[in-house]
C-alpha cells in the first residue's frame, strides 16, 4: 500500500494470470526504489528514530521469513526441459506431485505472511511517519526553497515517495529472493535493480502533477475537491491505459508482433477468432520476452481503443502445446469480446467516487482529532497527503474483497469464453483447459487448498482447482439454453 504503482495501470489489464493472491507471482516487475538525497536539518533526529524502527521492523520481518524459502530450489536444469516438445497432461483434478505440493505449502505460506505484512506495514509507516512530524518538516523545507506551489510539490512529492520506497525496501528484496529462490524469476539483481529505478522515476512523473492538481482543487473548492478531483481523473486514467501498451510496457519488457515470432500459431488462431466471429488483426498480437526475467506463464489483454492488444509470453508459447496456447489465447480473445477492459475501468471509477466521497469525511475527522498533534494546518495543506494516503489506504483495505470479487467473475467468464470459442476447433477442449492450468499452477507453485478467506479477500483469479473443475464440467452444448456467449 505504500508507493505502488499506479493501480489504474494493473487494475486495467485482463490477465490470464495465476490463481493466487497479489502476491502470488513474488515478482516486482515493476516496484519501489530509492535514491540518496539530503534531510532537512530540522527533523534529522526525528527522521533517525524513524529509520531506526523502521530498520527493525523489516528486519525482523526477514528473519522470520527468511528461512521459509532457503531450502527452496529451482527446477534443477530448466533449459533443457524448454528444449523438450510440449505434451499436453491427462487431468482429472488440480493436484501437485509430492515434492512440488511441499514447496506450494511453503510458498503459500510466505505469500500469505507477506500479502499481511504489505497490508499492516504500509497503514503503520504512514502513522509512525504522522506522529513523527516528517511530512510538515519536508513542507517547510519546500515553502524555503520557493514561493511557487508547483515547486513546493516539485520538492515535497518527491522527498515523501522516496522515504517511502526506502522503507518499504527490504520487504521488495526479500519478494524477489523468494521468486529466485523457488525458480520463479531468474531476472538478476542488477537488471531488478533497473526496472525498480524505473518504475520509481515513472511514479513520481505521475505523482507530481497528479498531487499539485488535487490540492490545487482542494484550496479552491474545500467541501466539493472530492468531486471535481475525480473528474479530472477519469480522461486521466483513460489515458493512461491507452498509453500504458506503447509507452511504459516497453521500459520493461520487449515485445514482437506474433505474426513475427511465430506466424503459424497467428494462422491456428485465426481460426479461434473466425470462430468468435471477431476479427484481431495480427497486429494487435504480441509476443513478450518474458523468459529474460520469470520462468511462469502469462497473457493478457491490455490498452483501450488503438492501443488495444493481446499480449502472449514466450514461456507460455514455448511449453504449451498448439491447442492450449488457442485455449490461453480464447480466454484473452473473451477479455477482449467481452469489453472487460471498459467494464473494468468502470468499476473502477465508482469504487474512485465513491472513495474519494468516504475518504474526505475520515481524513477531515482525522485532521480534526490529531492535525495539531501532526502540525498539520488542515486539508489544504501539502502535509496533509500522507493523511489523504493513510485514509485510502484504510478503504482499499475494506473495499479489496468487492474489487477481487469483480476481477473473479471477469476471468471466471473469460474461461468460460475461451471454452465456447475453441469448441468444435479441436476434441476435448475441456481436457484442453485443464491441461493448461494444470501447467499454469505447477509453474506457479499454487496451492491446491487455500484458505477460502483469502480467496475471499485477496483472489484476483478464481483458484485453480475450482478453474479445472468448470474446465471439465462445462458442457452447455447439450443443455437447451446452450453456450452463452459463442453460438
Not at 481436457?431 to 506457479?444: F, P, T
Request: positive net charge; aromatic residues 12%; glycine residues 6%.
Amino acid at each position: 500500500m505504500i508507493a505502488k504503482r499506479p493501480e489504474i495501470l494493473s487494475a486495467a489489464r485482463c490477465r490470464l494470470g495465476p490463481a493466487a493472491s497479489p502476491w502470488s507471482s513474488l515478482q516486482p516487475v515493476e516496484g519501489i526504489v530509492s535514491t540518496q538525497y539530503h534531510y532537512y536539518l530540522m527533523f534529522r533526529r526525528s527522521w533517525f528514530t524513524f529509520k531506526i524502527g523502521a530498520a527493525c521492523v523489516s528486519l525482523c520481518a526477514l528473519m522470520l521469513l527468511w528461512p521459509r524459502c532457503s531450502d527452496a530450489q529451482s527446477d534443477p536444469n530448466p533449459q533443457a526441459q524448454s528444449q523438450q516438445s510440449p505434451q499436453q497432461l491427462h487431468v482429472t483434478q488440480y493436484t501437485l506431485p509430492p515434492e512440488k505440493l511441499a514447496k506450494a505449502e511453503a510458498l503459500y505460506r510466505t505469500r500469505v505472511v507477506l500479502y499481511l505484512i504489505d497490508l499492516v506495514f504500509g497503514i503503520l509507516v504512514l502513522w509512525v511517519l504522522l506522529r513523527l512530524q516528517i511530512a510538515p518538516a519536508f513542507r517547510d523545507l519546500a515553502e524555503r526553497v520557493a514561493k511557487n506551489t508547483f515547486v513546493q510539490t516539485l520538492i515535497f512529492v518527491p522527498l515523501l515517495i522516496l522515504l517511502l520506497s526506502l522503507v518499504s525496501l527490504p520487504i521488495d528484496i526479500y519478494g524477489h529472493h523468494v521468486s529466485l529462490a523457488y525458480g520463479l524469476s531468474i531476472q538478476s539483481w542488477g537488471s531488478w535493480f533497473g526496472d525498480w529505478c524505473k518504475a520509481e522515476a515513472l511514479e513520481l512523473i505521475l505523482l507530481v502533477p497528479t498531487v499539485f492538481a488535487l490540492f490545487r482543487i482542494i484550496r479552491r473548492s474545500p467541501r466539493r475537491w472530492w468531486f471535481y478531483f475525480w473528474l479530472l481523473a477519469l480522461p486521466f486514467m483513460i489515458f493512461l491505459v491507452f498509453v500504458a501498451p506503447v509507452v511504459i510496457d516497453p521500459l520493461f519488457n520487449k515485445f514482437e508482433p506474433l505474426e513475427k515470432t511465430d506466424p503459424q500459431l497467428v494462422t491456428a488462431i485465426e481460426k479461434v477468432t473466425r470462430r468468435g466471429g471477431l476479427n484481431i488483426p495480427p497486429n494487435r498480437m504480441f509476443e513478450m520476452e518474458a523468459s529474460e526475467k520469470v520462468t511462469t506463464y502469462n497473457a493478457y489483454v491490455t490498452g483501450i481503443g488503438a492501443s488495444k492488444r493481446v499480449v502472449v509470453w514466450d514461456n507460455t508459447i514455448r511449453d504449451m502445446t498448439v491447442p492450449e496456447i488457442l485455449l490461453v489465447f480464447g480466454h484473452e480473445m473473451g477479455h477482449y469480446v467481452l469489453d472487460h477492459i471498459y467494464k473494468g475501468l468502470a468499476f473502477i471509477a465508482l469504487l474512485m467516487l465513491a472513495g474519494l466521497w468516504l475518504g474526505r469525511r475520515i481524513a477531515i475527522a482525522f485532521l480534526g482529532r490529531w492535525g495539531a498533534q501532526w502540525n498539520i494546518r488542515g486539508i489544504t495543506d501539502l502535509a496533509a497527503l500522507p493523511v489523504l494516503m493513510l485514509t485510502l489506504s484504510l478503504l482499499m483495505l475494506v473495499g479489496e474483497p468487492v474489487g477481487n470479487a469483480f476481477s473473479r467473475h471477469l476471468e471466471h467468464e473469460a474461461d468460460r469464453y475461451g471454452l465456447e470459442v475453441t469448441h468444435g476447433i479441436f476434441p476435448d477442449n475441456g481436457e484442453v483447459a485443464a491441461s493448461a492450468l494444470q501447467k499454469l499452477g505447477e509453474k506457479y507453485y499454487d496451492y491446491p487448498t487455500p484458505n477460502r478467506l483469502l480467496v475471499f479477500w485477496s483472489y484476483s483469479h478464481p483458484p485453480t482447482a475450482d478453474r479445472i473443475r468448470f474446465a471439465l464440467t462445462y458442457d452447455p452444448w447439450d443443455s437447451p439454453k446452450g453456450p452463452k456467449y459463442v453460438k
